[in-house]
């Protein structure tokens, strides 16, 4: 994992996986699809460089709204900056070496979705801008 400046490619990349993210939300834990997809998506993240340095575990702690892995973060995320959309994903990476399974569990509740739909709507944003 490293640091580095995202790209409107790299967004590209990530919000490629959208459709499939859109499928799997309510999937069963069990499905096999979703082992399938994080680690394309993760793949994907490592790619691009999303994913960052950094101590998640005190960012975690500083924002406790997205600790909880069954709280609705939906408002939270609709305001997030690029910068919190990849601390949110690479807590959840490292997260998932922890706890394993958690990056299907979020996949599966809509989470990532949401995190893809705001990606999305920072990219038009960055393009606006230009």
């Known amino acids: 994992m490293y640091d580095k400046e995202i790209t409107s490619q790299d967004i590209d990349k990530i919000l490629k996986l ?7 939300v309510g999937a069963d834990p069990l499905d096999g699809r979703l082992q399938e ?32 892995l ?10 997030a900056d690029l910068e919190t959309l990849s601390k949110l994903m690479t807590s959840y990476v490292r997260g998932d070496r922890f706890n394993e399974g958690l990056l299907e569990h979020i996949v599966a509740d809509g989470k990532l979705q949401c995190i893809l739909e705001r990606l999305r709507e920072i990219k038009e944003q960055l393009e606006a801008d230009k």
């Open 18 to 24: 959208y459709a499939k993210s859109k499928e799997l």
């Open 37 to 68: 997809f994080t680690h394309e998506l993760l793949q994907t993240l490592f790619e691009t460089g999303f994913l960052m340095v950094f101590n998640w575990h005190e960012w975690l702690d500083r924002n406790e709204a997205f600790k909880d």
């Open 70 to 79: 069954n709280k609705d973060i939906h408002e939270e995320i609709n305001f």
